[in-house]
């Protein structure tokens, strides 16, 4: 299968701070995708984005297939940030998980 | 809330015996996904529904576990014979991306 790596695995900002989470993966593919899940364990999608740029808010995720890495970014955190962050990859209707970047912000 | 369903959500159940999962998804979602998911880890495949055909499985679905999605709606899932590692969280998603909220699993 598909092997996807994220980084960082854990990340702690304070309130209003910027970041931007990796998403590398070993093969091509056809669907990426971003979720976040939320302490009570609920996943939410983010981004449907197998390549190219797109923004939502306060979020913004870009995708370089050639290149296997997409990166989510994150501006002026709020608490409600907080949660894991999951990138998911697939070439068919199989889809491989990375184990996520855990964000907690403290205001 | 992501109007895809699942029941229960908490299910503890001694070893050995058989469990089932439902979910519900969005109605007009003909695909249909089960992942398993460990502390601290990504959601795994498990299994694709394509309307009521059951169109991939991983190799992680051993021959305990049986999925169904009868007349293209709901889906159930079943672990028989249910052992300590089969304890998780399941998780339902209606397309690809709306996921349910999960049934936590916890065999004792």
């Known amino acids: 299968g598909i092997q996807v790596e994220q980084s960082p695995p854990d990340l702690i900002l304070q309130e209003g701070a910027n970041s931007t989470l990796r998403c590398n993966f070993s093969?091509?593919?056809?669907?990426l995708q971003w979720f976040h899940q939320n302490p009570w364990g609920q996943l939410i999608n983010l981004f449907y984005?197998?390549?190219g740029t797109k923004q939502n808010g306060r979020l913004s995720a870009t995708t370089v297939a050639t290149e296997r890495y997409s990166l989510l970014y994150i501006s002026s955190s709020q608490t409600t940030d907080s949660g894991v962050y999951f990138c998911?990859?697939?070439?068919?209707?199989?889809?491989?998980f990375g184990t996520g970047t855990s964000l907690t912000v403290i205001p | 809330d992501t109007g895809v369903s699942q029941n229960p959500r908490h299910k503890i159940t001694k070893r050995g015996q058989n469990v089932t999962f439902r979910c519900d998804p969005i109605?007009?979602?003909?695909?249909l996904y089960w992942y398993r998911q460990t502390l601290g880890q990504g959601p795994e495949f498990l299994t694709y529904?394509?309307?009521?055909?059951?169109?991939?499985k991983s190799r992680l679905l051993s021959d305990r576990f049986s999925a169904e999605r009868p007349k293209g709606s709901f889906s159930t899932l079943e672990i028989q014979r249910t052992e300590q590692g089969d304890s998780a969280m399941y998780l339902c998603?209606?397309?690809?991306?709306?996921f349910g909220p999960g049934t936590r699993l916890t065999v004792l």
């Open positions: 998603a209606s397309s690809s991306g709306f």
């Open positions: 093969d091509s593919v056809n669907n």
């Open positions: 984005i197998p390549s």
């Open positions: 998911a990859v697939a070439t068919g209707n199989q889809f491989y």
């Open positions: 109605s007009e979602h003909n695909r």
């Open positions: 529904f394509q309307n009521e055909a059951q169109l991939e």
